[in-house]
């Protein structure tokens, strides 16, 4: 995977924050709901080795939790791998197709995760614990496309077309500019280290 850190502001002006403090209202009630990523941190965790995505919730069951935020880790363990690309299938980031052909051809994929910004899933957030056994709201495995199935009736529709139309572009300008400056950034990084990630 290609992880890309970038250590500026997400569309609030808020420098991103792994540990989890500063300017970070948490989920709250466990539920299904429809979120976008608001910020990428791709040197994330103690071992700078993770993933970390920050989503804003824009809808979803229960009510009452909109605006408020879900962080979700991914870690490069082999194990971790369908997460991963359920969470990138869900993004859209890379494609069903492309996760066929890799696997077909026994070779990675490569991922660039601030492509994701701007995009639109759904998220099931649950209670499990956190590293020193409290309680905590997290996403595991409950990562769906805006399209799929489990996402019937979670979506925000109003939010949905105010950012384009969600018939033919679910993610609207904010997500093709954010994926057009992801994908600059990796043309660079690409020059830069002379094919060395491809």
């Not at 970070?24 to 941190?41: I, K, M, Q, W």
């Not at 870690?75 to 069903?96: D, F, G, M, Q």
């Not at 020193?132 to 495995?141: A, D, W, Y």
């Not at 769906?144 to 679910?170: M, R």
Request: proline share 4%; net charge negative; aromatic share 8%.
């Amino acid at each position: 995977m290609v992880w890309d850190v970038d250590t500026g502001t997400d569309e609030k002006g808020r420098e991103f924050d792994a540990s989890g403090g500063g300017d970070f209202n948490r989920v709250s009630e466990p539920g299904l709901y429809h979120v976008h990523v608001t910020a990428v941190d791709e040197g994330a965790g103690t071992n700078n080795d993770q993933l970390a995505v920050d989503c804003e919730i824009l809808g979803g069951k229960p009510a009452g939790q909109e605006g408020k935020e879900v962080r979700i880790w991914f870690s490069p363990k082999p194990t971790a791998r369908n997460r991963v690309i359920s969470w990138a299938l869900a993004c859209k980031i890379t494609t069903e197709e492309e996760n066929k052909k890799a696997a077909a051809g026994k070779r990675s994929i490569s991922l660039h995760p601030k492509d994701a910004i701007g995009r639109h899933f759904v998220v099931k957030a649950e209670w499990d614990e956190d590293q020193k056994g409290n309680p905590q709201l997290k996403v595991n495995f409950g990562i769906y496309a805006i399209d799929s199935p489990e996402a019937e009736g979670i979506t925000n529709k109003g939010v949905l077309d105010a950012a384009g139309d969600a018939g033919d572009d679910p993610f609207g300008a904010e997500g093709k500019a954010a994926s057009a400056e992801g994908q600059a950034v990796g043309a660079e990084k690409k020059d830069e280290f002379g094919g060395l990630f491809d």
